[in-house]
């Protein structure tokens, strides 16, 4: 196997990779799906290709420093050939599958990119009109890699020498926020950002262990996505792709992975999902549901106390486990260890409701710009409704409008061509400020209120955080999505989007029970008076939601502005 010798510059992605492909983990690196049945790729293999697409860039003439666009689904072409990028100092500047020409255009102007490499000629579409030096697809990879192979023969250990020459700080790749608040910003995120934070996972106590599996659908142009790539090799995984997110549930049973990042929409779905069916239980089996559910939540309430279980209700549990928990399980393939949730708020409700079957969702909290991530719960310390501890390294602080400030090295090094922003997020005094409003308890467990920007402040003075009650709106199985409005307005008011498999007939009834059942625990203030159905779903399509589902509430304000005058008229 022809892979580089001399070791890249250290807590670099280079030495990353090439650690990884040294120590030889005893799994195999990656898992892809090819028809009904799902090959493995080999340490040996995965690390042959990105050597030899590393040399086949050098050969196109990439060099440190310039940016390469990926446009594609998360597949094993997208992780190897971002490894190959790194190898040799290049600088990713990765697009969402769902983008327009538009945002395509933005992404590969904005990082000045010198090539695209794309998913296939769907994607290769959006590129007309750019002023590109190289346009690959996935299928013409092997040719790369070909031309790889010739290169090395004549420059042998180019990739060695390319990977030695880089260092700690370089830039690694561009990370196009997410758009929610307005135009997309690229997060300049060096090579030991992106090193230290994987590090700091690998030292959370039974967070990693070396034979895991982890099912990967997330988009890698999202830093969450990303991180779970990057961080895979580093302690061992094996990782499998998904690049449908609308087949997850189809993968998860075939891959039976032991880790499953996601997205709170994802849970929500699965939660909605299985809630139905335990409510078209009817008799014995239902009273059967309802006790394991009880049994579920007592063994949940004394493990996140950390208090003992005792001998009889441990008894329950194993049997509650093989006649219901097993069954929601499987659906997750049944080997689950851990699931772990971030990108946005998920509803504490749901959280204790897998809890109670024995599957244990971690939420954590983070940004583009400390890349990904600066608190998670932990397998053994959790406490429901938080976004858990700061990690190993990770300062928090909790500024006098109850802003969550952030200290780390993994901070970003600003937004590219956009020293204005940066200086609203880094003004300068050691901090990053997150523009998001929480609070710190006395174990430093941080809980997230909701967006600065996002706060509703009613005609009559009140501040309402918009997303509690849209989490706790969407914990009934017959909402889809919630909107809530408010903003100058004399009371609160919510868009409604409904469940795939319900009918609109008769459904405002139904609606007005679940918004009366969120009522009874809120203030008056914060209380929906009124709401509205909405004919459909928000979507990506429509630019509504962003590639991992997060709403852009100013989108579909503009596009729902009529419904939501309706509301006050």
């Not at 190897?80 to 990765?94: M, W």
């Not at 933005?106 to 190289?134: D, F, I, N, P, T």
């Not at 997850?248 to 075939?254: K, S």
């Not at 459909?536 to 939601?545: I, K, L, Q, S, Y």
Request: net charge negative; glycine share 8%; hydrophobic share 40%.
């Amino acid at each position: 196997m022809a892979t580089t010798t001399t070791a890249a510059g250290t807590r670099t992605i280079a030495r990353l990779w090439q650690e990884a492909v040294e120590r030889r983990w005893p799994g195999p690196a990656y898992l892809v799906q090819e028809g009904e049945s799902w090959h493995e790729v080999s340490w040996d293999e995965a690390a042959r290709a990105v050597e030899e697409l590393a040399n086949g860039l050098l050969a196109l003439g990439v060099k440190k420093g310039d940016a390469f666009s990926i446009l594609g689904s998360t597949r094993l072409e997208w992780v190897l050939f971002d490894f190959a990028l790194g190898l040799i100092g290049a600088v990713g500047a990765p697009i969402y599958m769902n983008s327009s020409p538009k945002d395509v255009a933005h992404v590969v102007e904005h990082s000045e990119a010198l090539g695209v490499l794309c998913e296939g000629e769907s994607q290769r579409s959006k590129l007309e009109g750019l002023q590109l030096e190289h346009v690959l697809t996935f299928d013409e990879l092997d040719d790369l890699r070909a031309r790889g192979q010739a290169y090395a023969e004549s420059h042998p250990g180019a990739v060695a020498e390319a990977a030695a020459a880089i260092r700690e700080d370089d830039l690694f790749t561009y990370i196009f926020t997410s758009g929610t608040t307005g135009p997309p910003k690229a997060c300049m995120i060096t090579h030991r950002n992106y090193y230290e934070m994987a590090d700091k996972i690998r030292q959370i106590e039974d967070f990693t262990v070396t034979d895991d599996t982890m099912l990967l659908f997330l988009p890698l142009a999202h830093n969450f996505g990303r991180l779970m790539h990057l961080h895979s090799p580093h302690v061992g995984y094996t990782l499998a792709f998904c690049p449908d997110p609308y087949a997850v549930a189809e993968a998860l049973p075939a891959v039976r992975p032991t880790v499953f990042p996601s997205v709170p929409r994802v849970y929500e779905k699965i939660h909605t999902g299985v809630t139905a069916k335990f409510d078209e239980a009817t008799g014995v089996k239902r009273k059967l549901i309802d006790w394991a559910l009880r049994v579920g939540r007592e063994v949940s309430r004394l493990r996140q106390s950390g208090e003992p279980v005792p001998r009889g209700l441990a008894l329950k549990h194993r049997v509650a486990d093989k006649l219901v928990y097993s069954k929601v399980k499987e659906r997750l393939g049944g080997r689950i260890r851990i699931c772990v949730s971030g990108g946005a708020p998920l509803a504490k409700e749901i959280i204790e409701f897998f809890h109670a079957l024995d599957i244990l969702i971690l939420e954590g909290y983070g940004l583009t710009e400390c890349t990904t991530a600066a608190t998670v719960n932990r397998p053994t310390s959790y406490r429901f409704g938080t976004v858990g501890p700061a990690l190993p390294g990770v300062r928090l602080r909790i500024a006098d409008d109850g802003e969550v400030l952030i200290e780390t090295e993994t901070i970003f090094d600003g937004y590219y061509k956009d020293e204005e922003a940066t200086r609203e997020i880094l003004p300068g005094d050691g901090w990053l400020h997150s523009g998001d409003v929480g609070n710190l308890d006395d174990d430093g467990f941080l809980t997230i209120t909701d967006r600065k920007k996002d706060i509703l402040v009613t005609a009559g003075g009140k501040n309402v955080a918009p997303q509690n009650l849209e989490n706790a709106l969407k914990t009934h199985s017959i909402v889809s999505q919630a909107l809530v409005v408010g903003d100058k307005r004399p009371y609160v008011a919510a868009l409604i989007t409904l469940a795939e498999d319900v009918s609109h007939d008769g459904a405002e009834a139904q609606v007005q029970r679940v918004v009366d059942e969120v009522n009874r625990d809120l203030s008056r203030y914060e209380q929906v008076k009124r709401f509205t159905i909405l004919p459909r779903d928000f979507t990506a399509e429509a630019g509504e939601v962003t590639p991992t589902l997060k709403l852009k509430r100013r989108v579909c304000q503009e596009h729902f502005a009529d419904e939501i005058e309706a509301l006050y008229s």
